[in-house]
C-alpha cells in the first residue's frame, strides 16, 4: 500500500511530472495518514473478508461432501459385486483326511463321495552316479544324445549347473560331497529309457551302487489297483487330481478323500462378504468422523473453515440410517427363512432416527462364518437369491443418495455456485476498494500539500512582520 502525506508535485516550487506522486506521511499536518487509510479501509473490507470466510467454508463442506459421496460410491460398487454370475459359480470343494501323504484337488463334475486311496510306491526317476574328474583340455561328451562341452578345469559343480541350465537336457544334475556327480531323469516312471552317457572317459567313471532305474507310483483307490508315471494322478477318480507325497501304511490306514457335491463356494461368498463389510465398516467410521467433529470457534485458515462442516448434518446422519436399515431388513418377496443378510451370519447395530450421535451411528457389521457356511451348504439358491436380492436394494438405497443426480451431487452443485457467485462478488469489491483506497490516499496527499502551503505562507508573513518592525525601530 503507497502511503498518505505530502505530495511533493503539490507543493511551491516543485516540478514534479511523475504519474504516481511521492507522498510522505505526516509531514506538514503531523498525523500518520497512513495509519488512518489502513484503519478505514479494514473497515471497509470487513464484507469481503466475511465473504471470504463463508467462501472457505462452503469449499470445506463440498470437499467432505464429495469424500462422502465417493465412499458410498464404492461400496455400491461392492454390493454391486454380488449380482455377478461369478459370486455363485458353481465348484467342487474336496478333502483329504492326511493332505500330507495324498492331496486332493476335483474340478466341477468329480465323482461326487468318500474315496480309500492307498500308496504303497511313489513314482522316482531313474538314476546314474559318477565320480568326476575335471578334465585338462575341453573335452566333449554325450548325456541322452545331448551334447555336453566340459571346459579344461571346470568344476563338479559348474558341470552340473551347465546340465542344469540346458533347455534341451533330459536329466538333472546334482553334486553330493566329495565331488560325486549323479544325473537323473527329469521325468519320473519306468517307461523311459535308462539314463546313457557317452565319451565321458576320463571326465565321469560310473558308481554302479548309485544305479536307481525309474520306477511308477503304486496305489489302491477303493481297492482297485493302479500305476502311475507320475505322482500327480487324474484318472484314478473321475473328476478328481491327486497328488501323492507319501506312503500309507497299516497303522495310519488309507487316506479318505471326500469330493462334496457341485455349488457355490462358501469360502469364496466369506471373502467377498468380508470384503464389502471391511470397506462398508470404514466408511462408516469416515461419515461418523465428519458427523461428530465440532466446528472451530474461531477459524483463520481454509482448513479451519473446513473443519465440522458436517457436524450433525442431518441429511447425512439419514443416509447413515438408511444404509444401515438395508443391512437388517427382510428383502420383500424372499421366505422369512432366508430374507436378509442376518440369515446368513452377517449382523449390526439397530438404526435410530434424528441427528447423529454415537448411539446411532453403532453397530458396524460383523460376520458370523460358520452361519454363512452352513447357510450355503442347506440352502444355495435361496442364499443366491437373497444376496441377489439385497444387492440391487441397497444400491439402490445409496445411489439415491451418492449416484449421478443423487442428493449429495445436488449439494455438492450448490456449493459450486455458491462458491463461483461469492468469487464474483470478492473481485468485485476488492477493485471497488482498491479504488477507494487510493482516493483516500490521494485526498490526504492534497490535504497535506494544502496544509504544508498554508505553512509556508504563514512563516512569509511573519519574516515580513518581523522585517517591518525592525525597519520601524
Do not use: C
Not at 464484507?47 to 463440498?62: A, Y
Amino acid at each position: 500500500m503507497s502511503t498518505s502525506g505530502i505530495s511533493l508535485s503539490s507543493l511551491p516550487g516543485s516540478s514534479g511530472s511523475g504519474s504516481s506522486p511521492l507522498s510522505i506521511t505526516g509531514l506538514a499536518s503531523g498525523l500518520d495518514t497512513s495509519a488512518i487509510v489502513s484503519a478505514l479501509m479494514g473497515v471497509e473490507r470487513e464484507p469481503v473478508t466475511h465473504m471470504t470466510d463463508q467462501q472457505e467454508k462452503l469449499q470445506g463442506d463440498q470437499t467432505q461432501l464429495q469424500s462422502i459421496q465417493s465412499l458410498l460410491s464404492q461400496v455400491a460398487l461392492s454390493a454391486s459385486e454380488f449380482s455377478l454370475p461369478s459370486a455363485f459359480e458353481s465348484t467342487q470343494s474336496v478333502t483329504s483326511s492326511n493332505s500330507a501323504v495324498v492331496g486332493a484337488a476335483a474340478s466341477v463334475g468329480a465323482v461326487v463321495g468318500g474315496h480309500e486311496v492307498e500308496v504303497t510306491q511313489l513314482a522316482t526317476s531313474a538314476q546314474r552316479g559318477f565320480t568326476y574328474t575335471s578334465p585338462a583340455s575341453e573335452t566333449k561328451l554325450t548325456v541322452d544324445g545331448n551334447e555336453v562341452a566340459v571346459k579344461a578345469g571346470e568344476t563338479a559343480k559348474e558341470f552340473a549347473d551347465s546340465i542344469n541350465a540346458s533347455s534341451g537336457s533330459t536329466v538333472f544334475a546334482a553334486v553330493l560331497e566329495g565331488g560325486t556327480v549323479v544325473l537323473s531323469d527329469r521325468a519320473t516312471g519306468s517307461g523311459a529309457e535308462f539314463i546313457k552317457v557317452t565319451g565321458a572317459e576320463g571326465v565321469l567313471s560310473e558308481k554302479a551302487e548309485l544305479a536307481r532305474e525309474g520306477k511308477d507310483a503304486e496305489f489302491k483307490v477303493d481297492g482297485v489297483a493302479g500305476t502311475s508315471a507320475s505322482n500327480t494322478v487324474t484318472d484314478a477318480i473321475a473328476g478328481v487330481t491327486l497328488t501323492l507325497s507319501g506312503l500309507t501304511s497299516a497303522t495310519t490306514g488309507p487316506v479318505t478323500i471326500d469330493v462334496a457335491p457341485p455349488g457355490p463356494s462358501a469360502k469364496a461368498l466369506e471373502t467377498q462378504v468380508q470384503s464389502f463389510i471391511k470397506l462398508y465398516n470404514s466408511t462408516l467410521e469416515a461419515v461418523h468422523k465428519q458427523l461428530t467433529t465440532k466446528p472451530l470457534t474461531k477459524p483463520s485458515t481454509a482448513a479451519e473453515f473446513g473443519t465440522g462442516t458436517l457436524f450433525g448434518d442431518f441429511e447425512v446422519s439419514s443416509i447413515v440410517d438408511e444404509m444401515r436399515q438395508a443391512m437388517y431388513e427382510p428383502v420383500a418377496g424372499l421366505p422369512t427363512e432366508m430374507a436378509s443378510l442376518a440369515d446368513i451370519g452377517v449382523s449390526t447395530g439397530a438404526p435410530t432416527g434424528g441427528t447423529a450421535t454415537q448411539s446411532s451411528i453403532e453397530g458396524l457389521l460383523t460376520l458370523d462364518p460358520a452361519k454363512l457356511a452352513e447357510a450355503v451348504a442347506s440352502n444355495p439358491a435361496g442364499v443366491q437369491k437373497m444376496v441377489e436380492e439385497w444387492s440391487k436394494s441397497f444400491q439402490s438405497t445409496v445411489n439415491t443418495v451418492a449416484g449421478p443426480g443423487g442428493s449429495l451431487e445436488s449439494r455438492i452443485t450448490s456449493d459450486t455456485s455458491q462458491i463461483a457467485q461469492l468469487g464474483e462478488q470478492i473481485t468485485s469489491m476488492n477493485e471497488m476498494l482498491a479504488l477507494r483506497e487510493k482516493a483516500l490516499q490521494q485526498t490526504y496527499a492534497k490535504l497535506e500539500a494544502v496544509i504544508a502551503q498554508n505553512t509556508a505562507q504563514t512563516q512569509a508573513l511573519i519574516q515580513q512582520e518581523e522585517s517591518f518592525t525592525s525597519s520601524s525601530s
